[in-house]
């Protein structure tokens, strides 16, 4: 069993930046890929970034490369999400998912069977 803690969530001004952690935790080693998904209100929960476990599989949402940056630190069981340059449609509650199989590095929901409860980020205009 895996436990996934997010902080860093909040209300944040157009242009302003942000920076999300997720601790893993759990009988378990580190998760072979951790990443970030968001879910705006009435839209479908979408993979913002992902990351494997040597850093050597990174993923990021066209929406977000070159704002967006996702770093994981293994000997603390921790992913980042370093969010900056805020838009207001980057509004949504962000959950950060883990997979322990090292079967594929995969950006789908489904291929994440661990989730945290989410935090809000809120980008005001």
């Known amino acids: 069993q895996v436990q996934l803690v997010e902080s860093g969530g909040g209300l944040v001004q157009a242009g302003g930046s942000l920076r999300l952690s997720c601790a893993a935790s759990?009988?378990?080693?580190?998760?072979?890929?951790m990443g970030w998904f968001r879910q705006a209100p009435e839209k479908e929960r979408e993979c913002v970034a992902a990351i494997s476990r040597s850093g050597g599989n990174i993923y990021y949402a066209d929406s977000v490369k070159g704002r967006f940056t996702i770093v994981r630190d293994n000997a603390k069981n921790t992913v980042y999400l370093q969010m900056n340059s805020l838009k207001p449609e980057d509004t949504a509650v962000y959950y950060c998912?883990?997979?322990?199989?090292?079967?594929?590095?995969?950006?789908?929901?489904?291929?994440?069977?661990?989730w945290g409860q989410g935090t809000q980020v809120t980008v005001s205009s």
């Open positions: 998912a883990a997979r322990l199989s090292s079967a594929i590095f995969t950006t789908t929901l489904s291929g994440y069977p661990h």
């Open positions: 759990g009988r378990t080693g580190s998760p072979y890929a």
